[in-house]
Antibody, heavy 119, light 110 residues
Framework: QVQLVESGGGVVQPGRSLRLSCAAS????????LHWVRQAPGKGLEWVAVISYDGSYKYYADSVKGRFSISRDSSKNELYLQMNSLRVEDTAVYFC????????????WGQGTLVTVSS | QSVLTQPPSASGTPGQRVTISCSGSSSNIGSNALNWYQQLPGAAPKLLIY???QRPSGVPDRFSGSKSGTSASLAISGLRSEDEADYYCAAWDDSLYVYVFGPGTKVTVL
């Protein structure tokens, strides 16, 4: 079955870096765009970034532009989110999700990985 | 401040019909497909309605969506206890070049 599994979350100090991974299985990875979406504790969903099926297009939310970088490795069926200059307000559960139609809808979503930015 | 607006909460008794509204603008709902996601407590979101009014396989027909201009709505008929969840509307925004989610509506079954 189609599955996405995030990893790499943890506790990190403000200003430091962290890299999240999302392992995909059950579908042809190189055919689909992928997104990162986050959810701060007790808050709603916030879209973070998207990468096209071939990695040629990348878009970011203004809140992370210049600090976060999305990438993918089709040889490993993995999606990444490199997060630099982390801020307290980046604390959230980060979900990866498969794009079913370019910039339209996502399904499925992974279970999420928690990132806590705290001194 | 969300680009899309939704009521923070909605409620009903079992069997009732509940409707959730979602309002946006010409650059998001007005020009792109509107999708709804359901997030059950402690779970990841799940696609509930896509392309304004289409249900993915496995979603009960108690859930229906509609769109008119820059507004959309989600209706849940025959409300059941397992429908207690947060519901988010979402669409791509052609002006901001971001995917926008509404703030979410918490549905409570009384």
């Amino acid at each position: 079955q189609v599955q996405l599994v995030e990893s790499g979350g943890g506790v990190v100090q403000p200003g430091r870096s962290l890299r999240l991974s999302c392992a995909a299985s059950g579908f042809t990875f190189s055919n689909y765009a992928l997104h990162w979406v986050r959810q701060a504790p007790g808050k709603g969903l916030e879209w973070v970034a998207v990468i096209s099926y071939d990695g040629s297009y990348k878009y970011y939310a203004d809140s992370v532009k210049g600090r976060f970088s999305i990438s993918r490795d089709s040889s490993k069926n993995e999606l990444y989110l490199q997060m630099n200059s982390l801020r307290v307000e980046d604390t959230a559960v980060y979900f990866c999700a498969r794009d079913l139609k370019w910039l339209d809808r996502f399904e499925p979503w992974g279970q999420g990985t928690l990132v806590t930015v705290s001194s | 401040q969300s680009v899309l607006t939704q009521p923070p909460s909605a409620s009903g008794t079992p069997g009732q019909r509940v409707t959730i509204s979602c309002s946006g603008s010409s650059s998001n709902i007005g020009s792109n497909a509107l999708n709804w996601y359901q997030q059950l407590p402690g779970a990841a979101p799940k696609l509930l309605i896509y392309s304004n009014n289409q249900r993915p396989s496995g979603v009960p027909d108690r859930f229906s969506g509609s769109k008119s201009g820059t507004s959309a709505s989600l209706a849940i008929s025959g409300l059941r206890s397992e429908d207690e969840a947060d519901y988010y509307c979402a669409a791509w925004d052609d002006s901001l070049y971001v995917y926008v989610f509404g703030p979410g509506t918490k549905v409570t079954v009384l």
